[in-house]
């Protein structure tokens, strides 16, 4: 059985740092078509993606988040971490790690219960 | 980006009752490899969402067949066949055709 599980801070200042690791059980991070992903949720609002890593190691962001984001993974601790530098209250919501499997099913397959960050001074 | 467009925003629907959800994408979704990666989520109250379709039209392993998933190119849809009280919560359409992967807005559903 697979099962992610996200730690960090829940309350964060802005112009912070923000640094989230995700603990996997179940699923060697080096695995053949194995991305880990991270994506957040505002309160009340839709799912936003933000980063994925893959077995590979080849990771891929989102843009739009303007160079705040690193995404890396140590397979021998089995975790996976985001780091969004200079936060800001609009980044507050609940951050979900994701695996994610390439070629089939090509979806996000199983997500952790998530953790909520709240940016605030 | 490839903007994802979920209708209706909500649905009330009786127990039983057929249901029905749209998803409409600005780009078309089939990849080069000619598969189309869009998935169908569902995030029930206080929960993290789960996978209940994948590449438009396959069920993900333990998802009840009630759930169905159609549509090719730029259009397609979720319908659960009878709704079950466990349904409720909102849905999301996402894609991974390509970079950023995006999500619509969600649907919301609730029981009549």
């Known amino acids: 059985q697979i099962t992610l599980k996200e730690s960090g801070p829940t309350l964060v200042k802005p112009t912070q740092t923000l640094t989230l690791t995700c603990t996997v059980s179940?699923?060697?991070?080096?695995?053949?078509?194995?991305?880990m992903a991270w994506i957040r949720q505002p309160p009340g609002k839709t799912l936003e993606w933000l980063a994925v890593?893959?077995?590979?190691?080849?990771?891929r962001y989102n843009s739009s988040l303007r160079n705040r984001l690193t995404i890396t993974k140590d397979a021998s601790k089995d975790q996976v971490v985001l780091t969004m530098t200079n936060v800001d209250p609009v980044d507050t919501g609940t951050y979900y790690c994701?695996?994610?499997?390439?070629?089939?099913?090509?979806?996000?397959?199983?997500w952790g219960q998530g953790t909520l960050v709240t940016v605030s001074s | 980006d490839f903007v994802l467009t979920q209708t209706p925003l909500s649905l009330t629907v009786a127990l039983g009752q057929p249901a029905s959800i749209s998803c409409k994408s600005s780009q078309s979704l089939v990849n080069t490899d000619g598969h189309t990666y869009l998935s169908w989520l569902h995030q029930r109250p206080g929960q993290p969402p789960r996978l209940l379709i994948y590449k438009s039209s396959y069920r993900f392993s333990g998802v009840p067949d009630r759930f169905s998933g159609s549509g090719t190119g730029t259009d397609f849809t979720l319908q659960i066949s009878r709704v079950e009280a466990d349904d409720v919560g909102i849905y999301y359409c996402t894609q991974s055709t390509k970079f950023p992967l995006t999500f619509g807005g969600g649907t919301k559903v609730e029981i009549k």
């Open positions: 179940g699923l060697s991070l080096n695995t053949d078509g194995v991305g």
């Open positions: 890593i893959y077995w590979d190691d080849d990771r």
């Open positions: 994701v695996q994610r499997q390439e070629g089939s099913p090509g979806a996000f397959v199983q």
